[in-house]
């Protein structure tokens, strides 16, 4: 039973309401469009990542703006070309790039894993505002 | 489809670069070269059918880039259709 229909009902039994007026409001109820749910599945998927960094240099006193946008299609096309790296340069890779900071398995890049990635940068937004430096960085999906 | 044209900006210069034309420049580069670099990736056990297959996609997937450095004196501006 709907919270509707038993609030009615409940209306009815303690009296608020004749039997003729609760039969008219369900008969509304019954009329009323059911309430439409945002499916997430339904959602459009993102087709740029947006990257907008807004700053003002301090020495000259002017605004800087960087306004970048990668379509998705070469993230997972980069993503499938790394997956055809021989299993052999994984090692090399791994510690070229752990010399300089990032420690990353190579091997775990999978077309697989980002799509999921992909599914879900669909909500993200990170926004970073820096007032003391006056820099403002946006990363999004549109 | 593979872009087909670009557009770079360097301040007030302005350069509208027909993409097309430089595919069908490289093409014959291309044609000649594909056999030595399926032969390399042969040797590195990488199916070169999948990797040129990538790189076909990668090169069809930057339609769309967009990347725009404006300052107040300077902007450069790098557009992929």
Redesign the interface.
Known sequence: MSENRKQILEMLAAGKVNATEAEDLLAALDSAPAPTVADPATKPKP??LRVVVDSL?KK?D??????????M??L???V??AG?I?AAAHAHLNDAMKERGIPFDVSQIKPENLEEIIEQLNDLTVDVDEKHDNVQVRVFCE | MIPLWATIQIGKFRLWLPLLLIWILLAPIVLLLTPVVAIVLLA????PI??FG??Y??L??????????????ETVLIQIH
């Open positions: 087709k740029y240099d000259h002017t605004p800087t703006k960087v306004n970048i946008r990668i379509p299609q070469l997972r096309a980069g499938r070309l055809l021989p | 590195v056990r990488v199916n999948k990797t990538m790189l996609n990668i069809r997937a930057t339609r769309g880039t967009y990347i725009e450095v404006a300052e107040a004196r």
